[in-house]
C-alpha cells in the first residue's frame, strides 16, 4: 500500500487498538497459525470495506492525512458476530416460565406471534430488534419472521436502514397450529416467488425460505419448498431439526416412512448447502454423516437447548465430522441477545459433556466460522482486504469483576475467554456496519 492521494481521504477512515480476526479455522499442532493478533494494530476501512489490517508500527507511516480513531489496551477490535438463529417476534416473549417446547410453541409462541400481521406493531418491533442485535455486536443474523409477510417487510426494511447483513424469510407451515399462522397453500408459489424476488440480494439482504419444522409441515408443503430451492438454489433454507424427543417422535407418527427425522428434509430436496438446521440436538451418525456429504449447515443455540430443556447439542461430534457450524441465540427460547453469553453456555454445555470448548474454537463459530456456515465469508467474518466492514469495539474491563480479572489475564487465549464468560451487552462499546458506527 502505497501513500493515499487526497482525494481518497475523505473515504479511508483507520481504527486502532487491539485487533483479532480469525484466518482459518484453529484445528491441528498450531492453532496460532489459524489467526492474526494485532496488540497495537490499525485497521483501515475505504468506503464500508476493509482496505489493511496489520501492525500499526507497519501501517501508521502510511495513514498520514486519515482521521484515526483510537482504542485502549482494555479493548478488542473483532469482526461482528454472526447470529446464525434468531426468532425476530419472539423478543418481546422471551423469559416465558415452565415449558418445554411443544407445550411453549402452543401457549406463549404462537398466540404472540399472531400480533405481527399488524403492520405498524410488526414495525416497531422490527425496529427494536435490530437495534437490540446491534447493542449485542452482532451484525449478520438469520432470522426467522411470522406466517404474516409484513413482519417479513417490516424486518427487511429495519435491515435495510442501516445496511446491515439479514437473511430472513416468511415462516411457513401448514398444520398443527392456529389457522391464522397457516400458509395458505394455494397461493404459496406466488406469494413466495413475489417475496423471494423483492427482498433477496436486495443490497445486503437474503431470502430464506423457512419451513418452521417438519410438525408444522405436510408433505405437499415441503414439496413445494423443494421445488422453489431448485428453481433459486441460492437462496437459503432455514428451519429446525431434532430440538426435542417428543418432537422427533412425533416426527416419527406423522412420516412413518422416514428413516430418520433430517430424512424428512431430504426427501423433498431441503438439505443442501445454504441450508442451516437449528439445533440438531438429538441426531444420529447417520443423520451427521448426511449434513456432512450435503454440506449443509448446524445451529448450536445452547441457551434455549437449556432454557427449554431439550438436550445437550454434541459438538464434538459435529465437530470431528467437519460440519459447517455456527451459533444462534434462538431468542425467545433463547435468554440472550449477546454471543458472548451464548458461547458461555455452549462451553456448559460441553462441560456437561466432559469437554471442553476452546475460546478459539467458540470465537471462530461466531464470526469465521458462522460466515462459512452460511456461505457468506467472501463477504464477511475476517479483516481480509475488500470484505465489508462490519466489526465491533469490545472492553474487556466493562464491569468491576471484568476488570479485576483481566489484570490477571496472561494472553489472548485468557482473555477471549474472560469475554466469554463474564461478558454480555455490556462489552460490546460499539458496533459498525459497512463501516459506519450504528452503535
Ligand atoms: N421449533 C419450531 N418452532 C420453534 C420455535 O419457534 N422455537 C424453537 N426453539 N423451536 C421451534
Ligand atoms: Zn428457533
Known sequence: MGCFLSEKLSSLKAYRGPIFHFLKSPEGACPSDSYEYFEDGILIVENGRILSVGDARELLPKTQGIKIQTYGKNCLILPGFIDAHIHFPQMGMIASYGKQLIEWLNQYTFPFEERFSDKEYAEKMADLFIQELLKNGTTTALVFCTAAKESVEALFEAALKRHMRVIAGRTLGDRNMPTSLLTPVQSFMEEEEALLNRWHKKKRLLYALTPRFAPTSTETLLKMVGDLLTQHPDVYLHTHLSENLDEVAWVKELFPWSSHYLDVYHRFGLVRPRSVFAHAIHISQEEINLLSRSKAAVCHCPTSNLFLGSGLFRWKNCKEASLLMAF??????????????????????????????????????????????????????????????????????????????????????DRLFLLMMLGDDRSVKETYVMGDRVW
Not at 458472548?340 to 467458540?362: C, D, F, I, R, W
Not at 456456515?373 to 469490545?394: H, M, P
Request: hydrophobic residues 40%; contains cysteine.
Open 328 to 413: 444462534g441465540t434462538d431468542v425467545g427460547a433463547g435468554t440472550s441477545f449477546s454471543l458472548l453469553a451464548t458461547m458461555n453456555e455452549g462451553y456448559k454445555v460441553a462441560q456437561l459433556q466432559k469437554s471442553s470448548l476452546h475460546p478459539l474454537n467458540a470465537f471462530y463459530h461466531a464470526t469465521l466460522g458462522g460466515a462459512k456456515a452460511l456461505y457468506l465469508d467472501s463477504y464477511i467474518g475476517n479483516f481480509e482486504t475488500g470484505k465489508e466492514a462490519d466489526f465491533i469495539i469490545l472492553d474487556l474491563a466493562a464491569t468491576g469483576l471484568m476488570e479485576r480479572r483481566l489484570q490477571e489475564a496472561k494472553n489472548l487465549c
